[in-house]
């Protein structure tokens, strides 16, 4: 039941900054814990930040704190991944998924997400 829409990938150089975009159509994201993943090449997919869209509270993994933050536009039906100091590091597929309790969002556990968005393709290079 999950249509989600990506937007905001693509090229950039090491210390710029991005913003991915996952439109949701068919349901309100507001519902739902939003979380972040990545897949780089030849590792497995991660999770970067998850965020309550109850309390505002959110959970980041090590590589995503300070640089990284999750917002709502609750008109569009989008959440945004604003993502700054950009490193060759964080080059990667990002998606957007969704889960529905606070564990998961809290653990970033694949198995907890129940909707996923289409990857989008981020890569930091000079």
């Known amino acids: 039941r999950c249509s989600c829409r990506r937007s905001g990938g693509g090229l950039v150089q090491p210390g710029g900054s991005l913003r991915l975009s996952c439109a949701a159509s068919?349901?309100?994201?507001?519902?739902?814990?939003i979380a972040w993943f990545r897949q780089a090449p030849g590792k497995e997919r991660e999770g970067v930040l998850c965020?309550?869209?109850?309390?505002?509270?959110?959970y980041y993994a090590d590589s995503a704190k300070g640089r990284f933050t999750i917002s709502r536009d609750n008109a569009k039906n989008t959440v945004y991944l604003q993502m700054n100091s950009l490193k060759p590091e964080d080059t990667g597929v990002y998606y957007c998924?969704?889960?529905?309790?606070?564990?998961?969002?809290?653990?970033?556990?694949?198995?907890?997400?129940?909707?996923w968005g289409k990857g989008t393709q981020v890569t930091v290079s000079s």
């Open positions: 068919g349901f309100t994201l507001d519902y739902y814990y």
């Open positions: 965020s309550s869209s109850s309390d505002g509270s959110a």
């Open positions: 998924a969704t889960t529905g309790g606070t564990y998961y969002c809290r653990t970033l556990l694949l198995g907890g997400m129940n909707y």
